[in-house]
T-cell receptor, first 113, second 114 residues
Framework: AQSVAQPEDQVNVAEGNPLTVKCTYSVSGNPYLFWYVQYPNRGLQFLLK??????LVKGSYGFEAEFNKSQTSFHLKKPSALVSDSALYFC???????????FGTGTRLLVSP | KAGVTQTPRYLIKTRGQQVTLSCSPISGHRSVSWYQQTPGQGLQFLFE???????NKGNFPGRFSGRQFSNSRSEMNVSTLELGDSALYLCASSRRDQNTGELFFGEGSRLTVL
């Protein structure tokens, strides 16, 4: 079965600094990888995806992610964090079904002013 | 364009009761899936529907069921509620023909079982 791991429960960063939220994956075959964000009492919002092609994927709100096959990682990055980026971030991988995603445990990002 | 609409947003039930949650996908989206989110288990896939047929099912007991209607709207039902069923239930939709993978989620139905 496909799986993803998010090793950090929380990431703290100061506004204006770069941020990284880590994700590693374990899949058989080619991975379909995603990042979603969840704000309090809200559903999940799609940020970006890797299907195939360039290893650097650009997404919404200035986020990007780097697919690294040798390290089986798909870390989420942003050059300059905003306080409004504070939220819960989930890495996910498609697992067999078209809409069947396996999610990581989530990383809470806290951006301080 | 309206997003995924889930009703009700909040509900409280007691053990042993049953509950039905509703989901209206984005117009033009024919694929619908359901996820359960709890603090302990995180986000877990429940089921996926396309063209009124269940295409995939997660590892949940038979008390959890769902269906999809001809207009792509979907419902899920949980019978004989247990305390552990307290969760945020999220519905997602997508255009299956695009095969691009991203899901569009509703804001969820928060179920509390007392």
């Amino acid at each position: 079965a496909q799986s993803v791991a998010q090793p950090e429960d929380q990431v703290n960063v100061a506004e204006g600094n770069p941020l990284t939220v880590k994700c590693t994956y374990s899949v058989s075959g080619n991975p379909y990888l995603f990042w979603y964000v969840q704000y309090p009492n809200r559903g999940l919002q799609f940020l970006l995806k890797y299907i195939t092609g360039d290893n650097l994927v650009k997404g919404s709100y200035g986020f990007e992610a780097e697919f690294n096959k040798s390290q089986t990682s798909f870390h989420l990055k942003k050059p300059s964090a905003l306080v409004s980026d504070s939220a819960l971030y989930f890495c996910a991988v498609r697992d067999g079904g078209f809409q069947k995603l396996v999610f990581g445990t989530g990383t809470r990002l806290l951006v301080s002013p | 364009k309206a997003g995924v609409t889930q009703t009700p947003r909040y509900l409280i039930k007691t053990r042993g009761q049953q509950v039905t949650l509703s989901c209206s996908p984005i117009s033009g989206h024919r694929s619908v899936s359901w996820y359960q989110q709890t603090p302990g288990q995180g986000l877990q896939f429940l089921f996926e529907y396309f063209s009124e047929t269940q295409r995939n099912k997660g590892n949940f007991p038979g008390r959890f069921s769902g269906r999809q209607f001809s207009n792509s709207r979907s419902e899920m039902n949980v019978s004989t509620l247990e305390l552990g069923d307290s969760a945020l239930y999220l519905c997602a939709s997508s255009r299956r023909d695009q095969n691009t993978g991203e899901l569009f989620f509703g804001e969820g139905s928060r179920l509390t079982v007392l």
